[in-house]
Each structure stands twice: as structure tokens, then as C-alpha cells.
């Protein structure tokens, strides 16, 4: 009896079944502290449904250790199978695998790349070299889903640091498991994913229907926060997987549906089956959603934003490198070498920034000026004539020279032409920046953003005002929506977090195309020189005015376009925030 439940256990399972959501259960009623941490993973993802640019730039180099855990020969795969599943990563997770190309024609313009690549690990964590894979022996049949696996003291092996490695465990499991995995929030030690040998890589004890790498796809996908494509709520149609581009389905698919598979009214589509979190046999999953590419940038930005190092990400296959490079390099390269390669990007930049201020200044000001002042500066005059006129006076109004400049003429202007402009401009822009940004953006902007932006600039920021200002107001919204939606409560274990699909959609492109690093326009310095005379001082705030408001709107257009990382979200803040000073008379 022991040696047929013994070979029962060997056999690969016919139909894709995933330990994931059974681990997350146990940890909520175990562990003290995940459900805090699952809520605030999901706290932050909430938040970055509403972000132009969450998570980092270009691609993400995640090192993997896979610790083979054996009882039998065929249990210790060979080094060539493990390798094969860290190219399947790699096609996977940047949308190179071949097969997207079958996603039906109304999913393929939401297929997208992860920007996220996989390699062995070269040190181990003592720093001393290594191939990334051990191999360690043991006494177990099968392990079930208790992570067992995953510690010496019970027949398996212990994980390595999981702030410097994602761990893959590869052994013989129970109960016609294929894999599970942890979500980000839980505890270290257990930390990564854990996968059935004949269910792993595209070779060696690989068995089909599970042979092409996709189970490991699949559960490294929920490593990264990823819930079930239909949300985890049995048949019904009432589940969420957070993710607003993957249409609602009742229940998971098997083996290999026909397009469309309609559930749940969402027809003439119907369900998504063809992305790797549902549970299709392994030839019938082929993409990541655009939406699940950003939730798993979110979790890089937060919960796992210490592992793995950022890297540009590269256009052509590294296959093709040899076959290719030939033929470009004596064509392409003295054309674009100085302007696109990595090595001139750091020079770049520091030069462009003060060329291009004056090239926009003088093009857009004049057009402005007309536009702009008449209606803004009938508005904050009033308030600066009476305080500035005796000072301001003395250069235009030739007439009233003998009367009031002679008393200011010779104090001020002496002084504050030639001291002031040298001093204000260095000093004062690096007080701003550093002081104001740090507390403004997260604690401001929800009091003032909401009371000022619809007063002062109506007609130059009504577009994107609302999109940009909104990333800093909900720094208390996941909260409140936890309390005021009590059957959807995060963490419940009864059901997952479901906030209103709509919350999640995001206005840029999630994921990029191509991953590209997002360009980051230059910001004009917050100081101003104290002129000394009024009409300057009123032609200088208006053409301001009419730059901040230009910046503004080619921020809009860069958010849009989902090119801003965050940097250029402070820096449009910074924008923002200078333009509403100087429209409100602080200057």
C-alpha cells in the first residue's frame, strides 16, 4: 500500500491545481503581522493604480537561488532543466516568449512586459561564488503546502535571504499540488516559491501538460503580488483579482479553452483565459495583462522594492546579438551613438536641462503674455500696487519720479540689484526644494490641493490637475475605503480586498512599451530677484505665469503618456506649487 501511494504521489497531476491561496488562509490564522502587511501591500498598490509611474526604471535583475530537495534520482533534476525554467522566465516576464502571438486579437493590445528578468545567483550570501542551485537530500515522500520544504530541520532546506534572492524550492509535493507561493508581506524565512519537479523547466522530468515552465511563470507571478485572474471566490462572479484590464470570470479555466470562453456577462471577449494566472494547461497561457505588469511594478516599489537591481532593458533578444550586430553596427552607430547610448545619457542630460529652459522661455512667454496676464493679474495686483509701487515706480511712470522714487531710489536699488539677485537665486531655490517637497507631497496636497487649484488656476490646469493632484489625496484613501466597504475588507479570510475595479484604472501605460526610462522635463528654479520696480516686477510674474502654466501642461501631456518616474512627479509638484504661490501674491 505505502509503495503505490508512493508512486500515486510521483505522478504529475492532469489538471493545474495551486497551492497559493491555502498558504495565504494559514498565514492570516498563524502568523501575527501578516495581515497587517498584506494590508500594506495592498495599501500601496491601491495607491499606485493612480500613479503615472510606480516602480522603477528601465528593467529589474532579480538574482534566483533553487533549492533541489530529493529523495530520488529523478528528483535531483540536472542543471539543464533548472536552466531551461530561468529562460522561460526571462521570455515570460518581457513578453518574448513566442506563443504570446496567439492571444486572440481583442487581448493582444493589453499583453505587455513585465521588465523584469530572472538569472542564477553568482555569490551566495557568505559572498563566496556560486551556480544558484543546491541540491539537498532527503527522507520525505512528498511535501504538502505547510512550507516544510523550506526549512533542514524538516527534511527540506533552508532559504537564503530574501532581500538579496527570490527562493525556489524544486521537490516531489503532495495532494496533485503543481506549486504555491507566498505573498509579498509574510514571513522571511518562507519567503519564494515552491514547485513540483516534473512541473519545473522544459526538460529532463518536465511532463506535460505542464512541460513549457509556465507553473513556475505562474506562482513567481503571485511572489509579485498577482492574486487568481478570477478573483478566488469559488464559481461566482463577485471576486476580484485587483487588476482592472482582466475581465470578471466565474471560476478558473482548465486545459485548453476555445476563444471566447463567456462568463459572468462578459461577453463578446468573455474570460482572459490565456493569461498565466488562470489555470490553463501550460500551452494555452501566454501573457500578463498591462493592469497585473503595473500591480507587479507596485509590489518592486514597495514590499519588494530591496531585491534585485535595476538594469536598462534592452531591444533586441540577446539570440540575436551575434546574428544582428554584424549588420547595424558599421550603418547605425556613428548616427546614434552620441545621442541614444547609455554612456552619453549621464552627460546628457546636466547640458540639456539649462539649454532647453531658454529655448522654451522665449517661444511660449510672448504668445502667453497676451492671453494669460489680462486675466490673472487683475486678480493678485490689487494686492502688491499698494506695497510695491513706491519702489517699482521710478523706472516707467516718468512723471511721478519727482514725487515718490527719490526716497527709494538711492536705498533699494543699489542694494538689492547687484546683492540680491546673486544671493536669492542660490539660496533660496535650495532651501524650497529640499524643505517643502518632503512634507508638502505627503501632507499638504490634501489640504491645499483641493481648496486652491480650482481658484487661482482654472483654465491651465483643469485637465490633468485633478489626475495629478489626487496621487498625494490618497494617502488616507485606502483607509477609509477599508472602513467604509466592510464585506470587502483586505486580509478577510473570507474573501480578498475588492475595491471598485474603476479605482485601479491607470491613466498611463502600465508596464511601457518596450520599458523605456521615462523622460523627466526640467523644472525652472523657484527663487525670484526683487527687480525694484513694478511694472518689471508684474511683467516678470506674468511671464511666470505663462511658464509655469506651459510646464504644467507639458507635465499633463508627459503623465499622459505615462513618462514621468518619480522624480518627475516631484518635480511637477514643485511646479505646481510655485505657480500657485505666485498666483496668490506669495510669490
Not at 494547461?281 to 501573457?287: F, G, P, W
Amino acid at each position: 500500500m505505502a509503495k503505490k501511494e508512493t508512486e500515486y504521489k510521483a505522478k504529475t497531476p492532469t489538471v493545474r491545481q495551486c497551492g497559493t491561496d491555502e498558504v495565504h488562509e494559514r498565514l492570516l490564522r498563524t502568523v501575527s503581522g501578516y495581515k497587517e502587511g498584506r494590508e500594506a501591500c495592498e495599501n500601496h498598490a491601491w495607491r499606485a493604480g493612480f500613479s503615472p509611474m510606480v516602480g522603477r526604471t528601465g528593467c529589474t535583475k532579480i538574482p534566483v537561488v533553487v533549492h533541489i530537495v530529493h529523495k530520488t534520482a529523478a528528483q535531483n533534476i540536472s542543471d539543464a532543466q533548472v536552466k531551461s525554467q530561468i529562460d522561460v522566465l526571462n521570455e515570460d516576464f518581457r513578453k518574448k516568449n513566442p506563443d504570446v502571438s496567439t492571444c486572440p486579437a481583442p487581448f493582444q493590445p493589453l499583453t505587455a512586459d513585465a521588465r523584469i528578468e530572472f538569472e542564477l545567483a553568482s555569490k551566495d550570501p557568505k559572498g563566496e561564488p556560486t551556480t544558484g542551485i543546491r541540491r539537498t537530500k532527503t527522507n520525505k515522500d512528498s511535501f504538502p503546502s505547510d512550507d516544510s520544504v523550506k526549512f533542514s530541520s524538516t527534511g527540506g532546506a533552508d532559504a537564503w535571504p530574501r532581500d538579496t534572492y527570490l527562493n525556489i524550492w524544486v521537490c516531489q509535493l503532495g495532494g496533485n499540488l503543481l506549486g504555491y507561493a507566498q505573498f509579498p508581506g509574510g514571513p522571511a524565512d518562507t519567503d519564494g516559491v515552491v514547485i513540483l519537479h516534473s512541473g519545473f523547466g522544459t526538460t529532463g522530468t518536465a511532463a506535460p501538460p505542464f512541460d513549457l515552465g509556465r507553473t513556475t511563470t505562474h506562482e513567481v507571478g503571485h511572489w509579485l503580488n498577482l492574486r487568481h485572474i478570477w478573483g478566488d471566490d469559488g464559481q461566482g462572479c463577485s471576486g476580484s483579482d485587483f487588476v482592472s484590464d482582466t475581465p470578471n470570470q466565474a471560476g478558473s479555466n482548465l486545459g485548453v479553452p476555445t476563444f471566447p470562453s463567456v462568463s459572468c456577462n462578459n461577453g463578446p471577449n468573455g474570460d482572459m483565459f490565456m493569461n498565466y494566472m488562470d489555470y490553463v494547461n501550460d500551452a494555452a497561457m501566454v501573457m500578463f495583462s498591462a493592469g497585473q505588469v503595473a500591480r507587479m511594478q507596485a509590489a518592486l516599489d514597495g514590499p519588494r522594492s530591496v531585491i534585485g537591481t535595476s538594469i536598462p532593458c534592452g531591444k533586441v533578444p540577446p539570440k540575436d546579438l551575434p546574428k544582428e550586430l554584424p549588420k547595424d553596427l558599421p550603418k547605425d552607430p556613428p548616427k546614434d551613438l552620441p545621442k541614444d547610448p547609455p554612456k552619453d545619457l549621464p552627460k546628457d542630460p546636466p547640458k540639456d536641462l539649462p539649454k532647453d529652459p531658454p529655448k522654451d522661455l522665449p517661444k511660449d512667454p510672448p504668445k502667453d503674455l497676451p492671453k494669460d496676464p489680462p486675466k490673472d493679474l487683475p486678480k493678485d495686483p490689487p494686492k502688491d500696487l499698494p506695497k510695491d509701487p513706491p519702489k517699482d515706480l521710478p523706472k516707467d511712470p516718468p512723471k511721478d519720479l519727482p514725487k515718490d522714487p527719490p526716497k527709494d531710489l538711492p536705498k533699494d536699488p543699489p542694494k538689492d540689484l547687484p546683492k540680491d539677485p546673486p544671493k536669492d537665486l542660490p539660496k533660496d531655490p535650495p532651501k524650497d526644494l529640499p524643505k517643502d517637497p518632503p512634507k508638502d507631497l505627503p501632507k499638504d496636497p490634501p489640504k491645499d490641493l483641493p481648496k486652491d487649484p480650482p481658484k487661482d488656476p482654472p483654465k491651465d490646469i483643469p485637465k490633468d490637475g485633478p489626475k495629478d493632484f489626487i496621487k498625494d489625496l490618497l494617502k488616507d484613501g485606502p483607509k477609509d475605503i477599508f472602513k467604509d466597504r466592510p464585506k470587502d475588507a483586505p486580509f478577510d479570510p473570507k474573501g480578498p480586498l475588492d475595491p471598485p475595479k474603476g479605482l485601479f484604472e491607470n491613466p498611463s501605460i502600465p508596464g511601457g512599451a518596450g520599458g523605456g526610462t521615462p523622460f523627466v522635463l526640467a523644472t525652472p528654479a523657484t527663487g525670484r530677484a526683487d527687480c525694484g520696480c513694478q511694472e518689471a516686477a508684474r511683467q516678470q510674474n506674468a511671464a511666470l505665469a505663462a511658464h509655469y502654466a506651459q510646464l504644467l501642461t507639458q507635465y499633463a501631456q508627459l503623465y499622459a503618456a505615462g513618462q514621468l518616474d518619480a522624480s518627475g512627479m516631484a518635480a511637477w509638484q514643485q511646479v505646481a506649487d510655485a505657480y500657485q504661490r505666485l498666483m496668490s501674491g506669495g510669490g
